[in-house]
């Protein structure tokens, strides 16, 4: 199954406030789990990327938690800030045909009130 | 170094109508790919082209199609437009394909 499943829609958080965003796959076959994001009259923008091998990675606030095992890997987002309010997609790439695919989740709005 | 340029930023067409929007990828990217966004659907892939070769193709009908020019420029056109064709289209490049892409700003277009 090529889809990643982003849970929830939307979000609403204080400022200070940690943000969580959660997605789950079915294909074991996904190589690469990147999170985007995108501001408003903006095209999405690589915001980190992680591979099933690693369970967590760390850029700043912005952290990956990944459970292979459950199929599901979440983005943190530590003392969420007005600038971070934003649409997230996960996302899972995989290798066919001698090309990489990526497949997007629907989107998370989330709004960080100051 | 230049990002994607993608024009027209904004379109209004009317049903039936056909339109052409253009994406200009990044110097050296070879990899040009097209989604579609919409409110309820989110980043639907349409369609994917490598050194002018269509790679992959999402699942949108024949009133969708691409090309891409020597110099890694590409364009998609949809005929006969429908209202449901109402949405942000969003071109993205890459040096090869994969995770990394980096997206320009999108033409929004309005189908009355």
């Known amino acids: 199954q090529q889809q990643v499943k982003q849970s929830p829609q939307s979000l609403i958080v204080q400022k200070g406030g940690i943000s969580i965003i959660n997605c789950a796959y079915e294909?074991?076959?996904?190589?690469?789990f990147p999170w985007y994001q995108q501001f408003p009259g903006k095209g999405p923008a690589l915001l980190i990327a992680?591979?099933?091998?690693?369970s967590e990675k760390k850029e700043g606030r912005f952290t990956i938690s990944f459970n292979k095992s459950a199929k599901q890997f979440s983005l943190h987002i530590m003392d969420s800030q007005p600038g971070d309010s934003a649409t997230y997609f996960c996302a899972a790439s995989w290798a066919q045909g001698g090309s990489e695919k990526l497949v997007f989740g629907k989107g998370t709005k989330l709004t960080v009130n100051p | 170094k230049a990002g994607v340029t993608q024009t027209p930023r904004y379109l209004i067409k009317t049903r039936g109508q056909q339109v052409t929007l253009s994406c200009s990828p990044i110097s050296g990217h070879r990899s040009v790919s097209w989604y579609q966004q919409t409110p309820g659907q989110g980043l639907q892939f349409l369609f994917e082209?490598?050194?002018?070769?269509?790679?992959n193709k999402g699942n949108f009908p024949g009133r969708f199609s691409g090309r891409q020019f020597s110099n890694s420029r590409s364009e998609m056109n949809v005929s006969t437009l429908e209202l449901g064709d109402s949405a942000l289209y969003l071109c993205?490049?890459?040096?090869?394909?994969?995770?990394?892409?980096?997206f320009g700003p999108g033409t929004r277009l309005t189908v009355l």
């Open positions: 294909n074991t076959a996904f190589d690469y």
């Open positions: 993205a490049s890459s040096r090869t394909s994969g995770w990394e892409q980096f």
């Open positions: 992680i591979r099933p091998d690693v």
């Open positions: 082209y490598f050194s002018e070769t269509q790679r």
